[in-house]
């Protein structure tokens, strides 16, 4: 049991996958525009994470101009250390 598509099917769906990368090659270019556009309320910010080895993970972010660490493994609890301000 063998069918045939139609050639106007095939069309719409050529066009609609045509459409999609469109649209993902249009957002991956404008990224940085729609992240700020999208940021810009934000209370919490994440600067800097770096994995650190073995599970590991430092993350560095700051909340209303105060910056934390936080220090995090896949099996314990994690650790938040306030940095210090410089005077």
């Given at each position: 049991m063998?069918?045939?598509?139609d050639f106007y099917t095939i069309i719409i769906?050529?066009?609609?996958?045509?459409?999609?990368l469109l649209l993902a090659?249009?957002?991956n270019k404008k990224?940085?525009?729609?992240?700020a556009h999208l940021n810009k309320n934000k209370t919490i910010g994440v600067s800097n994470s770096v994995v650190i080895g073995?599970?590991?993970?430092?993350i560095l972010f700051?909340?209303?101009n105060e910056k934390f660490l936080v220090v995090s493994n896949k099996n314990s609890i994690s650790n938040i250390l306030p940095l210090m301000k410089k005077k």
């Open positions: 063998q069918e045939t598509f769906i050529i066009t609609f996958l045509g459409a999609l090659f249009l957002i990224k940085d525009i729609l992240k073995g599970g590991n993970r430092a700051e909340v209303e």
